[in-house]
């Protein structure tokens, strides 16, 4: 399923439009349920537990997607988006994966993760937005860094993220 924002513009239309090919990709490639979301928010409560959620609407949130339930993928962008022209600005965008990998490949006889991460490395070169140049962080403390939590990279689970850099994109654009 994916979960689409309403009228993007700018940054959130450069993500919604990555969002919508690496679904495609991965979901003619896999044959499994995965829930995409757009660019979702990093929540503080009052003890300072730090989680990620999607914005549903009216103030209301997903609650926090950094669990072991659903494969998926989501994308954050918390650093600054910096002006390098009249029209245009960069930044960095970070893509978050939880799969369970039993359920991609279920045929393969060992743990699949280089496979899986190999079709994902691929949908995310051809989805767009983004230069060339990025980090996949696979180990699953490093991966939420501070945020909140409640499942480990236990077999079957494989979790990463993708630290991407943006092309550069107009901040109204909506096209």
């Known amino acids: 399923m994916i979960h689409e924002r309403i009228n993007p513009i700018g940054l959130d239309q450069l ?3 990555a969002q919508k090919k690496i679904y495609a990709a991965l979901t003619n490639k896999w044959s499994i349920d995965i829930e995409a979301y757009p660019r979702c928010y990093v929540i503080e409560d009052d003890q300072e537990k730090r989680t990620v959620e999607h914005y549903t609407s009216k103030n209301e949130y997903s609650g926090n ?5 659903n494969d998926k993928f989501f ?14 600005f960069e930044t960095k965008v970070k893509l978050y994966f939880i799969l369970d990998l039993k359920f991609i490949y279920p045929d393969e006889p060992g743990r699949c993760d280089s496979k899986v991460l190999a079709d994902i490395v691929n949908a995310v070169d051809k989805s767009g937005g983004f230069t060339n140049e ?7 403390q490093s991966v939420f860094e501070s945020f909140e939590y409640s499942f480990d990279n236990m077999q079957p689970y494989y979790c990463f993220r993708i630290d991407l850099k943006t092309i550069p994109y107009s901040i109204d654009s909506t096209c």
Not at 134 to 140: F, K
Request: charged residues 30%.
């Open 65 to 69: 997607l950094i669990v072991s339930e």
């Open 134 to 140: 990025y980090t996949i962080v696979t180990d699953y």
């Open 15 to 17: 993500i919604h439009k």
């Open 75 to 88: 994308f954050t962008a918390e650093d600054d988006q910096d002006r390098i022209n009249n029209i245009q």
